[in-house]
């Protein structure tokens, strides 16, 4: 039979083709006759039949062999691209990702394309078209006396000498594009293309003196940049961690290397760039999931230097980014390296820091990660002297370190969930010329609606939750799966028209602070308030000029954000962390509480920090208090040591949801029986077991855990039981999803 099929693969060429499918496959495709085979570079876009349509895949291997009987296999229809759009060390971390994730290999590469890129389009930089009004004596008044559309538009284009793009167009005037076609067959307007880049800044800005903190750091790490090392900065909040990041990439460029800066947010993006282009100088890419697809695409090509004109040497990017192509990659810095954001939640789930770290090996260069409250897995490494520990322990303008106090709300009256100490504080600081950041991480206007007369609340019919009250749009709306209603006017069940607001999110505490304080300057900073283009940067804005007297936000307000002017922050509800049913909820209150008290005293003025609690004596409030971040990581490592969790133990968890709840268990259970026949020892397993909220946007959801005392115990279990899981009929019924290293149980 073996004869039979090397005879059908005779002098037949063939290649290895991931193809965007949810299938652990890799899918090999006969070379039609003619074709030259150095086109069939790994890495290069190719057409290729699938069931019934066709689709684009990627090249992963070119080779004269396959398994499959070549009267089986389908010609590719069509090459793509002369060279790769993903060269050999993206190629490379893109399956290596597949494997450690055990996601299919189509999907991640897939993920990590461009969307124009995946629609066959070329990878060519493509600059913003802009718009010029035209040397001429013609009076354009008498030229378009019948087009006031075209009038108006003229008389815009006056006001702005330098031009202006599409985009800028779009803010100033609706269905602008026929009137500039006629002003363009007029000779009246021209066109150029602006590059896809702003421009280098031709007069860097000088950066303040180093202290000794930070000189020994960027001193530790130069003396190591001969290849691959990881160096975690632990430094407090305001400690000038940036500073040092700007400094060691400034090295690294002047070599004429790249440098590759991940932030964990989009709100931090457009800050975080502009302090690098002003100091640095350099042409920079941004990456981001707000840009659209062909500034995504310009800024891609623009870091893989395949435009000569138009290449960057610096590219700040959110998670995405890390698999963005850069021949001349030099160093890599990770910001906030703790931050959840990282770790994609769904479809491919990988965690972009940890990949970053797995890039810079496999390129032997040096990674930076920094942090006020770094993970406990990066802190673990440290004590494995698998990273190199730096700390900054001093503010790095001189300033003091915010007064921290608990306020103890039991037996209090409460104004809206703020207490009377914390009213006094506010009171006193903005009368002192002092901004307030007020933080909840708990948006809309009051959690539920509930009926006084009968106990009636707004449940979600689709989640095991309420829905949240939004006052200023009358609407309810659930933040688990989005389903929204109108608020009601009377109770659901009897009648009454005594609806009560329970609890208090940020909308009623702007609404209580907008009746205290009716002419001073108030900013709402959270997702209801920050949809619309451009509100973030608006609002954020505002902040950091002191504009805005009072902040109340989530935690978009607490990170990285540097608002010199706030003196007084108040953490309005620490203890629905503090009890939580996830391994890690400890340790996010901790982060959480430790960086938004970093936003106080940053600047002249010292700063105030009050954390309102019902349970002052909780040890982790007390271990933060007076030992602050260092010191509850030291007494959280221990505790998930004793407890068998990461990063003592290695987790994976298969997560299921359907319908009905009885294809959920059936597949669950099924799941369960083929992992225990792999039986791989040193994993165990638990479940399947409800998730902590069983039903979510109308499906029943399961989970089932492993842990394993080590990597490989856990991947070689993995690894066939993914295999299995993809035959089970009962899985037909279900949604299901593998995630490696989960960064939650929910």
């Known amino acids: 039979m073996q004869a039979a099929k090397d005879n059908f693969n005779q002098d037949k060429s063939f290649v290895q083709v991931a193809v965007p499918a949810p299938l652990y496959s890799r899918f090999d495709y006969l070379v039609p006759p003619g074709l030259d085979p150095s086109q069939l570079q790994p890495g290069c876009r190719i057409k290729v039949p699938f069931g019934r349509r066709v689709q684009i895949g990627v090249i992963l291997a070119h080779s004269d062999h396959s398994s499959v009987a070549s009267n089986k296999l389908k010609p590719l229809q069509s090459v793509i691209d002369s060279q790769p759009v993903l060269p050999a060390d993206i190629l490379e971390l893109l399956t290596w990702s597949s494997q450690y994730y055990q996601h299919p290999v189509g999907e991640v590469i897939q993920a990590a394309l461009p969307v124009l890129l995946r629609q066959g389009k070329p990878p060519a930089v493509k600059g913003q078209a802009e718009w010029h009004l035209s040397e001429t004596d013609a009076d354009v008044n008498e030229v378009c006396k019948r087009a006031p559309k075209q009038q108006s538009l003229y008389q815009l284009l006056s006001q702005h000498a330098d031009g202006m793009t599409d985009d800028m167009l779009n803010q100033h005037s609706e269905n602008w594009r026929a009137a500039m076609k006629a002003l363009h067959e007029k000779g009246l307007v021209y066109r150029t293309e602006k590059s896809c880049l702003p421009e280098a800044v031709a007069s860097p800005e000088p950066g303040p003196e180093l202290n000794n903190e930070q000189q020994h750091i960027i001193d530790s790490v130069q003396s190591h940049d001969d290849g691959y090392r990881a160096h975690l900065v632990h430094g407090i909040t305001g400690s000038g961690k940036t500073e040092v990041y700007i400094a060691l990439a400034e090295q690294v460029l002047a070599a004429g290397k790249q440098v590759l800066v991940l932030v964990p947010e989009i709100s931090l993006t457009p800050q975080l760039t502009e302090r690098f282009r002003n100091r640095l100088g350099v042409r920079t890419a941004t990456l981001h999931s707000a840009m659209n697809d062909s500034q995504r695409l310009c800024a891609w090509t623009a870091a893989a230097c395949l435009d000569n004109e138009n290449t960057a040497e610096l590219v700040i990017g959110t998670r995405s980014a890390v698999f963005t192509p850069m021949p001349r990659l030099g160093l890599v810095i990770i910001d906030e390296e703790h931050d959840g954001s990282y770790k994609q939640q769904d479809g491919f789930r990988y965690n972009a820091r940890d990949l970053a770290l797995v890039r810079a090996q496999h390129a032997n260069i040096p990674v930076v990660m920094g942090s006020a409250t770094p993970s406990l897995e990066s802190l673990y490494n440290t004590e494995r002297e698998r990273y190199q520990l730096h700390t900054l322990k001093q503010r790095a303008r001189a300033q003091s370190e915010p007064r921290i106090e608990l306020l103890d709300l039991c037996k209090q009256k409460l104004q809206e969930g703020l207490s009377p100490r914390l009213l006094q504080a506010i009171d006193r600081h903005i009368n002192n010329d002092g901004q307030v950041l007020l933080f909840l991480n708990r948006r809309g206007f009051s959690p539920l609606l509930m009926c006084h007369d009968c106990g009636w609340t707004t449940a979600c019919r689709r989640c095991d939750a309420h829905m949240t009250f939004h006052k200023g749009k009358q609407l309810l709306r659930c933040h688990h799966c989005g389903a929204e209603a109108a608020a009601p006017q009377s109770c659901g069940d009897c009648g009454s028209h005594e609806l009560v607001s329970i609890g208090y999110g940020t909308e009623r505490i702007e609404q209580l602070l907008h009746d205290i304080y009716p002419d001073t300057a108030i900013e709402r900073i959270d997702r209801d308030t920050t949809r619309r283009k451009g509100a973030l940067h608006t609002k954020l804005e505002n902040a950091r000029s002191g504009q805005a007297r009072i902040l109340i936000g989530t935690q978009m307000l607490a990170k990285g954000h540097d608002f010199p002017n706030v003196t007084l922050v108040g953490i309005l509800d620490t203890d629905q962390g503090l009890y939580s049913g996830d391994f890690r909820a400890a340790e996010h209150l901790a982060q959480l509480i430790t960086q938004v008290a970093g936003r106080a005293g940053r600047a002249e003025k010292p700063g105030e920090v009050l954390i309102q609690t019902h349970h002052p004596d909780h040890p982790l409030l007390q271990t933060l208090l ?47 029986e083929q992992l225990d026949a792999i039986a791989i020892q040193g994993v165990d397993v638990f479940g399947p077991v409800p998730a902590p909220m069983e039903r979510r946007a109308g499906r029943y959801r399961l989970q089932l855990m492993l842990q394993a005392t080590e990597r490989k115990y856990l991947h070689a279990a993995l690894q066939p039981w993914i295999q299995s899981l993809v035959k089970l009929k009962a899985g037909n019924k279900v949604r299901w999803s593998l995630d490696v290293d989960p960064y939650d149980t929910y």
């Open 626 to 672: 007076h030992q602050g971040y260092g010191g509850f990581a030291h007494a959280a490592l221990e505790e998930r040591k004793l407890a068998g969790f990461p990063p003592f133990r290695h987790l994976a968890l298969l997560r299921c949801e359907s319908v009905k709840v009885e294809d959920g268990t059936a597949f669950m259970q099924a799941a369960r």
